[in-house]
């Protein structure tokens, strides 16, 4: 009887065109679920795929902290995550989400918030 050799899965590996990362990030953004970590995780991926030296060269922070910044085990700061997105030639889009979409918002009330 042969013997099954495995190797651990590295996303990484297969995140090899641009549009691949975007995709890769897009579908994590979907899933997360508010998870900070997890969105970490999934740059630390991109960021891996892309060449950690070169992503922390651009953007201006030391490979190291890269690594820890990213590794899914803490959530970093807003500013390092915008700084690793464009690093990585990402950008971050915004749009409504369905529960929104479906439940209008009344205007505000251009007079302010005071009561007559």
């Given at each position: 009887m042969s013997r099954t050799i495995t190797t651990k899965y590295d996303v990484a590996e297969h995140l090899r065109t641009p549009e691949e990362r975007a995709a890769y990030l897009e579908a994590c953004?979907?899933?997360a679920g508010g998870d900070a970590a997890f969105i970490a995780k999934a740059l630390g991926d991109i960021a891996r795929a892309k060449g950690m030296t070169q992503v922390a060269r651009d953007a201006g922070l030391s490979r190291?902290?890269?690594?820890k910044a990213l590794s899914g085990e803490r959530s970093p700061g807003f500013d390092t995550i915008l700084k690793v997105v464009g690093a990585l030639g990402l950008q971050l889009h915004a749009a409504a989400s369905q529960e929104s979409v479906a439940q209008p918002v009344a205007p505000a009330d251009p007079r302010g918030s005071s009561a007559h």
């Amino acid at each position: 009887m042969s013997r099954t050799i495995t190797t651990k899965y590295d996303v990484a590996e297969h995140l090899r065109t641009p549009e691949e990362r975007a995709a890769y990030l897009e579908a994590c953004l979907e899933e997360a679920g508010g998870d900070a970590a997890f969105i970490a995780k999934a740059l630390g991926d991109i960021a891996r795929a892309k060449g950690m030296t070169q992503v922390a060269r651009d953007a201006g922070l030391s490979r190291e902290s890269l690594y820890k910044a990213l590794s899914g085990e803490r959530s970093p700061g807003f500013d390092t995550i915008l700084k690793v997105v464009g690093a990585l030639g990402l950008q971050l889009h915004a749009a409504a989400s369905q529960e929104s979409v479906a439940q209008p918002v009344a205007p505000a009330d251009p007079r302010g918030s005071s009561a007559h």
